[in-house]
């Protein structure tokens, strides 16, 4: 990167023994997440766009989703910003839903006819994905891809996973 954030990484790393920086060539977001992806060694993984920011507890919320529904991904809603102010509360559900095979792929469907209505599947971000479902079935960014691949490696994670946890919030 052209600008600080590696040394911001080094400062979040040297102060928080959980945090791991790795240095590599850019070659786009698809292949950082991989690497990210290969080196890492949690339950859960969970990716921040550069140009992003989660609420405080945006984390504890998603794995606060999962333990509620043992789910194979849960989804957390998010907003969209400009100049400081929030300009659209992005929630396809009312309450918080669990979704089975069926109820996913009626979701889906109506994803793939109109993707702005539906816009928790557009993205990898506000998503808390099993490890080992990542990394059992080879689930990584297509890194020839240089739009939708957040799209593409969500649907490759969603022919592996049963349920699927909406949040509210």
């Known amino acids: 990167s052209t600008d600080s954030s590696g040394e911001i990484c080094d400062i979040y790393a040297r102060d928080d023994n959980r945090v791991k920086v790795f240095r590599t060539p850019n070659r786009g977001v698809s292949s950082a997440r991989n690497m990210g992806i290969c080196n890492s060694n949690g339950s859960f993984i969970l990716f921040v766009d550069s140009d992003d920011f989660i609420e ?85 960014f297509n890194t020839e891809l240089h739009t939708f691949e957040d799209v593409a490696f969500n649907f490759n994670y969603l022919k592996n996973t049963e349920t699927v946890y909406f949040l509210k919030e």
């Open 56 to 140: 405080t507890y945006a984390v504890h919320a998603l794995v606060e989703g999962h333990k509620q529904s043992h789910a194979d991904m849960v989804v957390g809603a998010f907003n969209k910003i400009r100049d400081g102010s929030v300009i659209v509360e992005v929630r396809d559900f009312k309450t918080n839903q669990l979704l089975t095979k069926k109820g996913l792929a009626d979701y889906t469907m109506s994803y793939l006819h109109n993707p702005r209505q539906n816009q928790l599947l557009m993205s990898s971000w506000a998503k808390l994905f099993q490890s080992v479902t990542i990394k059992n079935n080879n689930v990584l």
